[in-house]
Every structure is written in C-alpha cells, then in structure tokens.
C-alpha cells in the first residue's frame, strides 16, 4: 500500500460541554454537544480534534471516546496559564488517560485547579521542557487577544525561543492587527527569530457551530493522522502547515495513478501523489520509462533528439494491443 502525504484539517482547541461555565453561560447538555461536534466534525470533514479545557480533562472524556469511535483522530488536552499568564494549549498523543492528564496538570503546576483559570507556579519556557519530557506538544494560544504572548508584551525572549514552534491567530496573516504585523512576518528586530514558527488557526470552540469558522481550523499535512506525523510536521511548517485561508480558490490538475494492460507491462498499476511524487531508483530501473508513459498517454511533446528512443521504449514496452490508463483529478492549491 502507497502512503501519500496529504493535508488533513485540524481543529485544536475544542472544548467539552462544560465549558460554557467559563463563560458564564448555562451548561449545555453533554450528549447533545457532543453529537452535534461529531456532525460538525463529519460535515467540515475534520480529521484532527484537539481538546482544550481549561486546566481540566475529565469532563472531555466522553466527547474524545464519542468522536474517537467515530474515526475522528483525538489528542486530548488541556488549556493553562504560565506563571507570565501565557496562555498555552497542552495536547498529548490519543493513548494517555485522563488520570495521566490529570497528572501531567500537577506536574506543570497546577495542582488545586477550582475554576480552571488559575496560573501555573512554572514559567512558559519550564511548562514548555516539561511538556516535551512528557512527550506532547504545545502552542501560544490567541498571541494577539487577552493573555497572549503578544498582547501581554515585553515577552520577546520567549517569542525568539526555538521552544515556541506554533503560536494561533485569530484570522489570515494579512488580517492581523497591525501592531504585530511585523513580529508575524519575522521583520521586528525585538522579536525576529531564527526559525519561522508556525501560525496556526484553532479558534476556542464551545458551540458546535464555531467549527464551520475558517478560523477554527488549520491543515497539517500528514501520511495519516496521528500524533507521531502532526509533531514531525510542525518541525517543517513552511511546506506542512497552512491556514484554511492559504487554500487558492483555483485547482490544479493531478494525475492519480498509472495503470497498463497488455505489452511487457501488463499489470503495472500505482497510485501518485496529489501533490508532489518522487521517482527514485538505480539505473535500469525504470525512471525513464514511467516518465514516458506519462508522456505518451497525455500526448506531451518530444524533443527531437529523444524522439528515436521514446518511440522505440514504447514499442518494446507497449506493442499495438497495449493500453495505458492515467485518470486525472483536481486538487485544490494551496500556497506555498
């Protein structure tokens, strides 16, 4: 079986039920929350859900089993402040418990949670060691709103940390607020960093319909969704991670697979990437020969000098009984 990478789309910060105390609002009925996320989840095709409660995972764990049996890939989580009052997205891989959870909260601080606002007694940048011995991931929550890291200000030094590799805001990178529109673009001398972290889009969803927003999702492109490809992909955001709003409104043509029937080829049959495949071999190995085979089934031109060649690999390869199958898709583009 081919394994292609794809982008899937991510929504990292949904929370339980119960969140909508937070806000001071009447708490929602747990099984017809959770039903309508997994409609939303199907009906935006959401393949990754993070959940996000504030310094809470027990009233999650029947949202995360009820989308978990639904195919929907869940890392569980949590919401805390730092000592600074960062605000920071906790997510794990699917296998930890809520009691493991439970216990990650004391680890990073935060051992009598009441209201699930409280702040950690760790630093930022000690949650962020803690949470990689733990083996998670982590993001800067809402940079630009209330308790982000950008709004709190005088904060530069964990901006420009190699720890920080994604930071969520609220809308395209063109819709900033342009106070920080040059810390974004990596042009503000106080906060430019090395590397380029990745921005990402994960709106605070406590009603099932906040998944319909663009902004409460992010593509990160994977073989399959599971939390080992997800932290490998934000080591490379510039080509893994992209926001909904970086999806182009035109297509562009793909060629799924290869397929021949009769000739010295009968039977060769593979399947190509949407988006980019890579041929790889030894000499003789037969490079030239799927390349051609593209090029004569679409009719593409052949340089003079090579025209004797590929008209003697096709007739060795193909005959006069021969057919080559190569259906054709259209893929939406995203920017790079």
């Known amino acids: 079986m081919e394994y292609f990478a794809s982008y899937f789309k991510c929504a990292l910060q949904v929370n339980p039920y119960s969140y909508s105390r937070y806000r001071g609002e009447e708490q929602q009925n747990e099984e017809e929350y959770n039903n309508a996320i997994l409609d939303k989840c199907k009906e935006n095709k959401i393949s990754v859900v993070g959940l996000a409660d504030h310094g809470c995972v027990d009233s999650s764990e029947s949202l995360r089993i009820k989308l978990t049996n639904n195919g929907i890939t869940v890392f569980p989580g949590f919401e805390i402040a730092s000592a600074e009052k960062i605000h920071m997205v906790c997510l794990f891989h699917p296998d930890k418990t809520a009691s493991e959870l439970n216990r990650f909260l004391g680890v990073l601080g935060m051992e009598a949670v009441v209201e699930g606002n409280e702040m950690s007694s760790m630093t930022c940048l000690s949650i962020a060691d803690k949470i990689n011995e733990l083996g998670g991931f982590w993001y800067a929550a809402h940079v630009t709103g209330d308790n982000g ?62 998944i319909d927003k663009e902004t409460a999702i992010v593509l990160v492109k994977m073989t399959e969704p599971s939390f080992e490809n997800f932290v490998v992909a934000f080591k490379d955001p510039e080509s ?6 970086e999806l182009e409104e035109n297509y562009q043509s793909c060629i799924k697979s290869i397929a021949v029937y009769g000739g010295y080829l009968d039977g060769l049959s593979f399947d190509l990437s949407d988006n980019l495949t890579t041929i790889i071999g030894g000499r003789g190995t037969g490079k030239s020969t799927i390349i051609n085979l593209i090029r004569y089934t679409l009719d593409l031109p052949i340089e003079n000098n090579m025209k004797k060649s590929f008209d003697s690999m096709i007739n060795t390869n193909l005959g006069s009984s021969s057919s080559i199958v190569v259906p054709l898709s259209r893929q939406p583009k995203v920017n790079s």
């Open 240 to 245: 893994r991670v992209r926001l909904y709003s």
């Open 149 to 210: 890291i950008l709004k709190l200000g005088k904060l530069n030094s964990i901006w420009k940390d190699n720890r920080l590799v994604a930071a969520q805001i609220p809308n395209s990178r063109e819709n900033i607020d342009p106070c920080y529109l040059n810390i974004i673009r990596n042009k503000e001398p106080m906060y430019k960093r090395e590397h380029m972290l990745a921005l990402i889009n994960a709106c605070d969803i406590d009603k099932p319909q906040d």
